[in-house]
């Protein structure tokens, strides 16, 4: 970023949090447990299958734009600058082995989420929502909010591959890396999209898959 004051160009650098947070990073092919500190999201809530939902897409519609209109809000008034974060989604469903076993994806909840920094508070919120709604605004945005997600101890991998491949990595983290560890599952099953599914071949999509444990 580049602010001109009295005609002196000063360079403020972009912060990467991929590259600053742990839990945005994950080793493929273990399980690994770390602590996940409190952060904050856009957030909007739907459900059913993301393949075939018209809802799954105007969430992700509805985020970006204020995303972005966020950015670009503590860019200038803040002179903070990042890198958009990639969209992340909370998944869950009445039964667990729609998960893994049985992958019925029609039953599965979801919150499709974007993180922001903390820096920026309600009235950022509130100004980049006016900014992002001044012509055609994005159908639904008015139900993405701004919240806090506390997870703490959680145990995660990177998966590499289809979305439809992830149901025995899944098995595998429920059955060995969590109760085998003595750990059981509380709140929802994350997934971090490192890879713009939209762009990128199934075979080499990039996915984290975080689960929050505590002790049995």
């Not at 972005?68 to 992340?88: A, H, I, T």
């Not at 929802?188 to 080499?204: G, Q, V, W």
Request: aromatic residues 10%.
């Amino acid at each position: 970023m580049v602010l001109r004051e009295v005609g002196v160009a000063l360079m403020v650098p972009k912060v990467d949090f991929k590259r600053e947070l742990e839990s945005y990073r994950a080793p493929r092919g273990t399980f690994q447990q770390l602590q996940v500190p409190s952060l904050q999201y856009l957030m909007i809530d739907g459900q059913g299958d993301p393949n075939s939902s018209p809802a799954f897409t105007r969430g992700i519609e509805a985020l970006y734009p204020l995303a972005y209109k966020l950015k670009f809000l503590s860019k200038l008034e803040l002179g903070r600058d990042y890198v958009v974060m990639p969209l992340e989604g909370l998944w869950w469903a009445d039964d667990m082995e729609s998960f893994t076993s049985r992958r019925d994806k029609s039953t599965w909840s979801w919150t499709l989420m974007i993180m922001v920094p903390d820096w920026l508070g309600a009235g950022h919120f509130d100004r980049a929502f006016e900014q992002a709604t001044a012509k055609t605004p994005p159908t639904g945005i008015d139900r993405v909010r701004l919240a806090k997600l506390e997870e703490g101890l959680c145990v995660q991998t990177l998966h590499v591959g289809s979305f439809d491949e992830e149901g025995p990595v899944l098995e595998k983290m429920h059955t060995e890396a969590i109760s085998g560890a003595g750990l059981q599952l509380v709140g929802k099953h994350h997934e971090i999209y490192l890879s713009d599914f939209r762009r990128t071949a199934p075979d080499k999509l990039r996915t984290i898959l975080r689960q929050p444990v505590r002790p049995a």
